[in-house]
Every structure is written in C-alpha cells, then in structure tokens.
C-alpha cells in the first residue's frame, strides 16, 4: 500500500514512521511519500526517518516532493498534518488572543477559530486534489482544529475522510491504569467533540467501573484529570472531561497562567524545533520529542496546581497508533472499535447528520460507523452546541470571506463572550496574517 503524508516535514512524522515500522503482517505500506510546501523541513525529516528504517528488513520506501498531485497520485490513504502558518502562525495566533484578555491556545476558543479560518480554505483545496486524483482514497485528518478541518474535508469526501486525536487514547489509558485494566479491553462511553468530549462509563468486563473510580480520591488523583480538575469537580460532573475542557472550566485562572508565561506555548515549539530542524537527527529529535511532552499543558498544571507530569504520562498520545489501527481496519477488514471524528448521521441526537463527532466507531473495510450514544447532560449538550454553531460560522468565514460570519465565530464562542472583543480579535488577526485580510472588505 501507498502512504502519502501531507505536511510530511512535520515534527511529529516520525511518530507514525515508527508506528510503520513495526507492522510486518501482509497488505502493510510499502511505500511512504511525504509531502510538504517547505523543502528543507522535507529534507531533515526524511534525514530521520533514514535513521529509524537503518537496519529494519523491508522498510517502507520513502519518497519527498513539494508537488501535491505528484504526493496524491496512487495512493491509497492520505494523512493531513499540515500546519498552516507555521509555528510561527500558531504564536501569532496565541499573543493576539492573549492581548485581548482570552484564552491564546491552538484549538481552542480565539486562537482556534483564527487557526480554522486559514486552514479550512487550504484543507478544502486538498480534499477537492484527492477526490480528483485519488477518488478510493482514505483520508486520516491530523491537522487541527480537527473536527473543524474534518468537517470541511466531508464535504466534499464524505465519509472517505476520519478525523483522530489522541487525547481520548491518552484519557483511556490513564483511566484503565488506574482501574487496573488492559485498556485494549475497557469500552469507553465517551462523546463530544474533538477536544471536548467527556468520558462517561467504563465498562470493564461489562460493569461500568467509573463510578468506582470516582469514589476513590486517590486513584484519582493518579491520574492528570484528577490532578488537573480535582477529584471534587470530577464527582460533581459523574464524569471525566477531556484535559482540554479545563480551558472552559477553569478559563480566568488559564489565562492568568498563560498571560504570565515568558513564551507561549506555540513561541516555545518554534524555538524549541528550530533546533532540531537546523541540524536534524533521530537524537535530537528524540530529546526535542521528549521535552514537548513533559512541558504539554504547563499553563493549565501551573493553574491548577497539578504539577509536573507523571512519568508514564510522557509517552506520545498514541494518535500514530490510531491511525495505524485505522487503516488495518479498512484495508484488511480487522474489526475494530477506535474513538474517532466522523459525521453524527444519528448516533448524537442533538446535532444533525453531518456534524462531525467524536465517538467509539466500528471501524471495517466500509469505513468507520459511529455507535449511538447516549444524550448528553444539559450542560455539556450547551457546550457542544454552541461550539459547533461557532465552528459552522467559521466554515462559512473560510468559504465566503465573509467579515460578519468571522466577527459571528469570535462573538459566539463561550470564552470571547463579547462583539467587541471579537471585533478587535478579528482586526489583529487579519493584521498579523494576510491571508485573512479579505475578511475585512466583505
């Protein structure tokens, strides 16, 4: 099988290179084209992705080019990584929102919708490339806001596009330690939308063990949830959140945190990489691997007081072996169930067909079906509605250069709560990006 990796210089590509590796069984990739606008970055990833296929029988050939058809033609699952903008772009996009008095963080609220409204244009060309150029194709959308920029790849791939994170596999697998459970045996009851979701049940041996866990002060405070949010707030909910739902229910304090940090988190990545890329090897980017994921969500542990990760918390998310597992699942019709973003069809009553949700799926060689779901409580059932009116608001923005729709996106979401904050948030965005400039004349 053919791989083809767009945004193929980015850091985390050899993540999923290792994740390829190690499958040996029939019907694996063979081949491995990266793709990306930056030739120099192609050029030291492919450096250390030569490092990790030293000495490995049979290793998937890869291949590099700055040519997107060239990238698309023959193959058979696409990844999207792009990061529009850069690590540069994503500071901006923090400093502006954090200028304004809200939160400045990748995905969600101000700098979300900032980062959405220069990807969805950018990830609706390349959805339109594959259906030209590779119309049996799957695509596996890693690039964030990831249930945004998966909802605008469906429309025009369908259900030929998945979207996956690794937050609800790292929640999984710390609630199944904590319970002393293999987590490849726990059936987690989780919902939402990408980076916010909540688990509701784990059901181990078919009994729900959540309730035994919230009950436990000190299982869960082995846990970063029950660090991050406190065991009080969890048995107040009857729920574990997803770790970036502290933004919303801790928001004054995050801000404060994240106002008074020396960088941000996006300054302190393109810093941090910078290194890396200027002299590439599998070590360095080893040691840089490391240090991104012991300082991850520094902001929201100094506000909490959660502290420093735990040590079996630094391994990476695991989203490479997702994507790994989902494409088994459709090329070799291995069954399987993996939490997914795909369209709702009727799974969550709330939204309509086409919003894109995260839920188990049964994943086969037909694709990925979310399970039906259970209502959501009225609170989170607000959260998730308004946040997706806001994610509506910026596909429209994206796709019409529409000003009222971006000032609407801004002014919607529950951390900006103000039209003249999202006025102003508006103005500096388009300041500090050109791309978005025409959403100033219309």
Known sequence: MRLAILGGGGFRVPLVYGALLGDRDEGRVTRVTLHDVDGSRLRAVAAVLAEQAAGVPDAPVVEATTDLDEALRGADFVF???????????AADERVALAEGV?????????????????VPVATDIARRVAALAPDAWVINFTNPAGLVTEAMSRVLGDRVVGICDSPVG???RVARALGADPARVWMDYVGLNHLGW????????RDELPRLLADR?????????????????RSLGAIPNEYLHYYYFNRETVRAYRRAERTRGAFLRDQQAGFYAEPSLRRWRSALAEREATY????????????RAGEDLESGGYEKVALALMRAVARDERTTLILNVRNGTALSVLDADAVIEVPCLVDASGA??????????????????????????????????????VRAFALHPLVDSVTVARRLL?????????????NRK
């Open 103 to 119: 939160l400045g963080q990748e995905t969600v609220g101000a700098g979300g919708i900032a980062y959405g409204l220069r990807t």
């Open 427 to 439: 103005d500096g965005y388009t300041a500090v990006h050109p791309g978005l400039s025409h959403l």
């Open 171 to 173: 929640l999984g697998r």
């Open 218 to 234: 000190e299982a869960l405070g082995s846990l970063e949830e029950g660090r991050l949010f406190g065991a009080d707030w969890l």
């Open 297 to 308: 969500m520094a902001g929201s542990r100094e506000a909490s007081g959660a502290g420093e």
């Open 80 to 90: 999207s990584a792009i990061r529009v903008g850069g690590l540069e772009g994503r």
């Open 199 to 206: 688990l509701r049940g784990v059901r181990v041996r078919g």
């Open 369 to 406: 079906h979310p399970y039906a779901v259970d209502p959501l409580p009225g609170h989170a059932t607000g959260l998730v509605t308004a946040v997706k009116a806001v994610e509506r608001e910026v596909m429209t923005a994206a796709e019409s250069g529409s000003r009222a729709a971006a």
